[in-house]
């Protein structure tokens, strides 16, 4: 029997060329580097004493839902007969950690980094949302699935991470405000 992966379906659905097929694999081998990447990220931000508990306990959610995220789409690169990509995997753990070391020095670290992760929020959504469509468009409805499940999960991390920032800022400044006092 043939997975979904290998064949199109659909009325109006063109039959996926070689090349749709790369491009897609090529996408969720960027997916599961980026998952994976963002874990240290998460994991900064679910222990950072200066963050509040709501964002550390949002930002520790997250961190689960990244790892099975992850997970879903080595599952789907492996149902393409394909693996992760070790390359693409080391360096995107490469460029979260070099953020991260960027905001280690920072007087404003938490905020930075706060920032940052709403940024990396939205990009997985554009990210996962054009994968979306080159899937259905492909015929590869395992793959557009997998995407529509993890977007609503990406955009509740943004959006408790927007509601988060005003009164991040507040109690960071509050904090630099009380320091300079002493």
């Known amino acids: 029997m043939k997975s ?23 996408w969720l081998k960027d997916a599961y580097a980026m998952e994976r990447g963002l874990e240290a990220a998460l994991l900064k931000q679910s222990k950072e004493e200066s963050l509040s508990a709501h964002v550390r306990e949002r930002a520790s959610i997250h961190l689960e839902e990244t790892k099975r995220h992850a997970e879903e789409v080595r599952s789907c690169l492996q149902q393409l007969g394909t693996d992760t990509s070790a390359l693409k995997t080391g360096m995107g753990a490469i460029g979260q950690s070099a953020k991260g070391m960027m905001t280690m020095f920072a007087n404003d670290q938490q905020i930075k980094d706060l920032l940052d992760g709403y940024m990396m ?25 997998l995407c529509r499940r993890i977007i609503p999960d990406e955009e509740r991390m943004a959006q408790a991470i927007i509601e988060a920032i005003p009164q991040e800022v507040e109690s960071h400044l509050f904090e630099k405000a009380r320091e300079s006092a002493d």
């Open 4 to 26: 979904t992966f290998d064949e199109a379906g659909g009325a109006g659905v063109a039959e996926p060329t070689r090349k749709m097929r790369e491009e897609i694999v090529d």
């Open 121 to 145: 929020e939205n990009f997985e959504i554009a990210s996962y949302t054009a994968l979306e469509a080159a899937a259905d468009r492909a015929g590869f409805a395992q793959v557009a699935e």
